[in-house]
């Protein structure tokens, strides 16, 4: 995935980014329709013949790159409107995608290969958009993303992409390199991000969002836990009262004080919810 270095944005499609996002997600949410199809179509013709068929590799292809041009809008990467094609040649975010030979058993089992990623991305995903509205006020300040943020944000960019291609067969190699490439001296820089090269703070905050969204994500399932424990072990009051106290209650007869200072001594004090 190429980028660009990070450069000014303008303040007021930073301020507005999220509704200017609202048109490519309606047109995302057809596509993915769409792609949803026809990856399984492709999944049953790869398992075949070891290779996705040209027609299904160029639509998941162009599906892939677009996606990848809106999520990179979305997480502040580039300040450019994404525009409503697969092919965008003059745009800033460029995805180079060559879909060859599978293996047919990892086509196989693709869905259990992808767990480990999977959580990865979702965990990565999840820390960074609860940071967003932090990150979203430093641009909207600042007019430019911070090189340390920018680094740590194309990097789970990248790796979300990577994912996606394994996910749609449009690549045999797995998942990798989530704190960037090795520097190597003899060659060229493409982009700002080929190769990726983090720095200790851009790595170091890759490992925040993991960590943030980690532990995010045990906190509300302990607090669902909670909850669902609370409400099942909550006794009703139909269980506290007593089989006379229910029929003398429905037919309207008032039981005596001293055998209602009783019962509620046995009883106990009523529970408050939690």
Same mark, same amino acid.
């Given at each position: ?42 999944? %049953? ?153 983090? +720095? ?18 045990? %906190? ?9 424990? +609370? ?12 089989? +006379? ?30």
């Amino acid at each position: 995935m190429d980028l660009p270095e990070p450069g000014r944005q303008r303040r007021w499609t930073v301020l507005l980014r999220w509704l200017l996002l609202i048109p490519q997600y309606i047109a995302l949410l057809f596509l993915w329709v769409a792609a949803s199809v026809v990856l399984v179509v492709g999944w %049953f013709a790869a398992l075949i013949t070891g290779r996705l068929p040209e027609p299904i590799a160029s639509f998941l292809t162009g599906y892939l790159v677009y996606s990848t041009r809106v999520t990179a809008y979305a997480m502040l990467l580039v300040d450019a409107y994404p525009p409503f094609a697969f092919l965008a040649p003059d745009y800033p975010v460029q995805v180079e995608v060559h879909p060859g030979k599978l293996n047919r058993l990892a086509v196989l089992f693709r869905i259990i290969l992808l767990i480990p990623a999977t959580v990865v991305v979702e965990l990565l995903i999840f820390g960074w958009y609860v940071l967003s509205p932090i990150f979203w006020l430093m641009v909207l300040i600042r007019g430019r993303m911070p090189r340390t943020l920018f680094e740590a944000t194309a990097a789970t960019a990248r790796y979300d992409m990577r994912l996606y291609a394994y996910l749609m067969m449009l690549t045999a190699a797995y998942p990798k390199r989530l704190f960037g490439d090795a520097p190597a001296p003899s060659e060229q820089p493409g982009s700002a991000t080929r190769p990726l090269l983090l +720095s200790d703070a851009g790595k170091a905050l890759v490992v925040c969002f993991l960590v943030l969204g980690a532990a995010l994500l045990i %906190f509300n399932n302990f607090i669902s836990a909670t909850n669902n424990t +609370s409400t099942t072990s909550q006794p009703s009051a139909a269980s506290q009262a007593s089989p +006379s106290e229910g029929v003398m209650t429905r037919l309207g007869v008032r039981q005596p004080v001293r055998q209602q200072q009783r019962t509620t001594t046995a009883v106990g004090p009523p529970r408050l919810p939690l």
